[in-house]
């Protein structure tokens, strides 16, 4: 049997590697990959936790994130491509309209 | 073996999500990506969640990926991070914070009291998908149903946000 720790170990990695992506890429489609890479290792960590704990409930909940994320997939590809439209980038420096 | 099988995956995970991160093609990124997707999901399995192994790789690695691989090409995004950043410091400052991100999470992580890892009957019954399913149609019903409003509103809105010749 493996650890826990070792499941939260590599959660950790994952997590800080879609934050690093958020960070540093500036192409909006990446961004948005970075944010589906952290949903996943909040995932793995929940998903350990649950066997650690023999909580279904837990389990339970990972199938919700994954639904919703489905959702919000959609609607922000769909946001994307609407964006893409009227400005012709996926640079997120690119869309600053809202910039002060 | 079931640690090998553990290392194994791991070093693909982190793999596919390195690759994810530095590749210049969007389309390169988006195959990464699905390759840290799979090995996620057989870790799911390694950690006795069959269902949930099945709904990874058919929705995430399934049904998302071929979301962004569609909405990649279709845009014609494949590259646009040509120009220099405009922010200079920003690099260095996000992989600074990335860094201390990770060895925060790791102490957090590795911090907490340990059981060891449960084993024999309570296991096989935790690994059941059908105590999932019994969970989920009755205990979280209005959950569950909610999930189901939740992609309908989705559907709503790619519809919405997606028509031609209207403004927004």
Redesign the interface.
């Known amino acids: ?21 958020v ?8 961004v ?3 944010v ?2 952290m949903l ?1 290792a909040a ?3 929940l ?2 936790f ?3 704990r ?1 909580a ?2 837990a ?2 909940l ?3 994130v ?10 922000g ?6 964006i ?1 439209r009227t400005k012709r ?3 997120v ?1 690119e869309v600053s309209t809202l910039k002060g | 073996m ?2 090998i099988l ?1 290392f194994i995956t ?1 070093v693909i ?2 793999t596919g ?2 690759a ?2 530095v590749s210049r093609n ?1 389309v390169h ?2 195959l990464f ?1 699905l390759l ?2 799979t090995a ?1 999901s057989v ?2 399995l ?4 069959p ?2 192994f099945a ?2 790789l058919t ?2 690695a399934g ?2 990926m071929v ?2 691989l569609f ?2 090409m ?2 014609g ?1 494949e ?3 040509d ?1 220099p ?2 922010i200079a410091w ?2 260095p400052l ?2 600074l ?3 201390a ?2 060895v925060v ?2 102490v957090v ?2 911090g907490g009291a ?6 024999g009957e ?2 096989a019954q ?1 690994s059941d998908p059908r ?2 399913g019994a ?2 149609f009755t205990e ?1 019903l209005l ?1 569950f149903e909610v ?1 189901g409003f ?2 309908l ?3 709503i ?2 519809v919405v ?2 028509q031609r010749g209207r403004k ?1």
């Open positions: 049997m493996v650890p826990t720790s070792y499941y939260v170990l590599l959660s950790a990695i994952l997590f800080t590697i879609g934050v690093l992506g960070l540093l890429r500036r192409n909006v489609i990446v948005f990959m970075s589906e890479l996943n995932n793995l960590a998903v350990a649950a066997r650690e023999l279904v409930e389990q339970v990972v199938f919700f994954i639904t919703v994320a489905a959702a919000e997939v959609a609607v590809l769909a946001l994307l491509v609407s893409f980038t996926a640079d420096d | 079931d640690l553990f791991a995970a982190i999500a390195v994810m991160l969007a990124s988006a990506l840290n997707f996620i870790m799911y390694l950690l006795s969640a269902f949930l709904i990874q929705v995430y049904a998302i979301l962004f909405v990649v279709l845009l995004a590259k646009v991070e120009a950043d405009r920003q690099q996000a992989l914070l990335g860094l991100l990770l999470s790791v992580g590795l340990t059981t060891p890892p449960p084993v309570a296991l935790f105590s999932l969970l989920l979280y959950p999930t939740i992609l509103i989705a559907v809105g790619v946000l997606n927004i």
